[in-house]
T-cell receptor, first 115, second 112 residues
Framework: AQKITQTQPGMFVQEKEAVTLDCTYDTSDPSYGLFWYKQPSSGEMIFLIYQGSYDQQNATEGRYSLNFQKARKSANLVISASQLGDSAMYFCAMREGWDNNDMRFGAGTRLTVKP | EAQVTQNPRYLITVTGKKLTVTCSQNMNHEYMSWYRQDPGLGLRQIYYSMNVEVTDKGDVPEGYKVSRKEKRNFPLILESPSPNQTSLYFC???????????FGPGTRLTVT
């Protein structure tokens, strides 16, 4: 079964607007971590933001915020004030438990920012 | 500069010819992982390591081996590569389980 689901293969957003990239996850472990990564066309993987399952507040990092809805098992990434350089693939990932390094990634969403 | 390095960056090989992709990090990280990235599938974890001499299977370990004899190095070994192992491979490391992973630049492997 898919642990991480990203239902949007591709998204378009106008420059300077906000965009939400969806991510839902499946786990029965109460302890887990959720990650978002960006992969530009150059291929490198860039960490964006992290949310722990016990964190009370939604994580924020600059223009990135994570809309964490635990009951719905969703961890959507919100990018505010989109820039042309935000065009990339975005991956949601989850690590379950605190005694292993087993990471599961979603299939990714390709975001294109239009000028 | 903190980084994860992988070598080679590009490799074309033939079925059955053993190969090793090296991975090294200079951040004294305990946790290291190998992933493969295929279109439409995202990244899938092959193996991971929690510390020296501690390795475990990820999601897709078949056809791969790893070793962790030193903290900084985590080589990926394909004993008998097959065409279905043609992929983009990433090595990653992190200080702790809740910490961000630093990724290497990737190794594009083609097995003919």
């Amino acid at each position: 079964a898919q642990k991480i689901t990203q239902t949007q293969p591709g998204m378009f957003v106008q420059e300077k607007e906000a965009v939400t990239l969806d991510c839902t996850y499946d786990t029965s472990d109460p302890s887990y971590g959720l990650f978002w990564y960006k992969q530009p066309s150059s291929g490198e993987m860039i960490f964006l933001i992290y949310q722990g399952s016990y964190d009370q507040q939604n994580a924020t990092e600059g223009r990135y915020s994570l809309n964490f809805q635990k009951a719905r098992k969703s961890a959507n990434l919100v990018i505010s004030a989109s820039q042309l350089g935000d065009s990339a693939m975005y991956f949601c990932a989850m690590r379950e438990g605190w005694d292993n390094n087993d990471m599961r990634f979603g299939a990714g969403t390709r975001l294109t920012v239009k000028p | 500069e903190a980084q994860v390095t992988q070598n080679p960056r590009y490799l074309i090989t033939v079925t059955g010819k053993k190969l090793t992709v090296t991975c090294s990090q200079n951040m004294n990280h305990e946790y290291m992982s190998w992933y493969r990235q295929d279109p439409g599938l995202g990244l899938r974890q092959i193996y991971y390591s929690m510390n020296v001499e501690v390795t475990d299977k990820g999601d897709v370990p078949e056809g791969y081996k790893v070793s962790r004899k030193e903290k900084r190095n985590f080589p990926l070994i394909l004993e008998s590569p097959s065409p279905n192992q043609t992929s983009l491979y990433f090595c990653a490391s992190s200080l702790g389980l809740a910490d961000l992973q630093y990724f290497g630049p990737g190794t594009r492997l083609t097995v003919t």
